[in-house]
């Protein structure tokens, strides 16, 4: 394998409005091998895996759910991610992305509000990346949460953030359709004793593409229960907000580009990544979600979920 890289850092928070962020797309370069501190002996001795041929003849679905804790309307939109999900095991998945607390525009801080309920933060900078920058995407811009994209998957109309009740179609004609274009696998090797994880991904175009693609592993916490706003149920005190994004391990949400630095003499790429699970999550409670996209045209063209444990 070629390039390892290494990512370890702190969640850095951002405070900033439910739908109108800066329009950010930045890219950040990684240098460095795998972190010998994650590993509970002499990291001279790990021996990286070898992935098994990839026999995958399916195309996932990736739904970005964007919300936020006192949008009224947005338990409606989480239950149609989570029921589109649960209806197609395996092959769609969820990324709720907290872009803001509120479907209002608002200014650019997070809104507290007179009840003491809202006072925890969802947003974070990696969010408000991507919800800025398909927020205010020329011609296929949404006006506010809750909205979403299924797979970055252009409509009929042109259009890539979709009404939630678009969702669930969207996703069956991708499945139906299955034009598989990239197939990933991923090894991760968790460390109990360090909280650590080396993660090994191979990517393997089944297609040529010509456009850059790029690459993106990024951490979510599996739930959490906080109170959220309801426009039938008012406060409910105990809900379960799922699949929250956190960081990318891989960079911002441009993630890594897939280049040939990476790929070997059968004609896939390999990265490989070390992760140290912040304090504030646990392993147990926690996910990847790795995916592959068309630079060009921001289409996901595969998506895998692993777990830690």
Known sequence: MKNIFIFSSIIAFTLLSCNKVNNAYPVQTYTGGLDPTLYPGNITDYVAPTFSPNTNINRNVLI??????TCIF????????HN??????????????????????????????SSPYY????TNSVSSQIGGFFGELPGNGFLGNPSGNVSRFESTSGQISLDKNEWANKANSIISANDLRVNLQTIVNYF???????????????IPITNELRLVV?????????????WQLGDIQDYVHRDLLKFHINGDMNGQKISDDNL????????DYSLAI????????SHLLIYVFDQVTHEVYQVIKKKFI
């Open 64 to 69: 970005e759910d964007f919300t936020g804790h």
């Open 218 to 230: 990024a951490f979510y916490e599996d739930s959490i229960v906080k109170p959220q706003k309801d």
């Open 192 to 206: 109990p004793s360090t909280n650590g994880a080396f993660i090994h991904i191979e990517a393997d175009p089944v």
């Open 264 to 271: 070997d003499a059968n004609g896939k790429y390999y990265y």
């Open 278 to 285: 912040p304090s504030q999550y646990t392993a147990e409670n």
């Open 74 to 81: 947005c338990p409606d939109a989480a239950a149609v991610a």
């Open 84 to 113: 589109t999900e649960m209806a197609n095991p395996g092959r769609v998945f969820v990324s709720t992305l907290h872009t803001g607390p509120t479907y209002n525009v608002l200014p650019n801080s997070f809104q507290s509000t």
């Open 119 to 122: 006072e925890y933060d969802f």
